[in-house]
């Protein structure tokens, strides 16, 4: 039995919760959690410096670390953030995060929501635009958590591409 189970069944589940509060690390913070959607192509994860909780400072070096995670690891060369504006206000860097991406050799598209939950129509039509203008590089979609937008997002790009008929014309033609 793995030590977070043991420590459950002797002090009960709600100290667990707060042990694991406790386990998030600098180190932790700069890992990339990232996945494939479509291996070399396709990719979704969490923001830099996500540790599970709200409202974390996110320094430099953080970012730096989980940038250079990306670039090494998964080639990724295009990233589309979707935040709320006060999510930026966590970045210790300079010119801003979407800035400091670009500076970084990433083209970025940043895609404002006010809402977790809630993703219009038109919301999801600029993911899917900015996924095109994106396509010819491995391309990196996140939010904060990585899994509610970006999962919507990562549905709603799926469902284009699986509607997208293999004809004879090249991949950024059909993309159209």
Not at 57 to 84: C, M, P
Not at 90 to 113: A, D, H, Q, W
Request: aromatic residues 10%; proline residues 3%.
């Amino acid at each position: 039995m793995g030590a977070r189970r043991q420590y459950a069944d002797t002090h009960g589940a709600g100290q667990v919760a707060e042990s694991r509060r406790r386990t998030y690390t600098p180190a932790h913070m700069a890992k990339a959690t990232i996945r494939w959607v479509i291996k070399d192509r396709f990719a979704r994860g969490a923001r830099p410096g996500f540790s599970g909780r709200r409202a974390v400072q996110v320094s430099q070096s953080t970012v730096d670390a989980w940038l250079r995670r990306v670039k090494t690891r998964y080639g990724i060369r295009s990233i589309i953030t979707i935040f709320d504006e006060n999510h930026l206000r966590f970045y210790s860097v300079p010119g801003g995060l979407i800035s400091y991406y670009r500076n970084c050799g990433f083209k970025v598209e940043f895609i404002r929501v006010r809402s977790r939950h809630l993703f219009s129509d038109a919301q999801l039509r600029k993911v899917w635009l900015a996924y095109k203008r994106s396509a010819n590089a491995p391309v990196l979609v996140h939010c904060s958590a990585g899994r509610v937008r970006t999962g919507k997002d990562v549905t709603h790009i799926r469902r284009k591409l699986a509607a997208i008929r293999p004809s004879s014309h090249s991949a950024k033609t059909r993309l159209r």
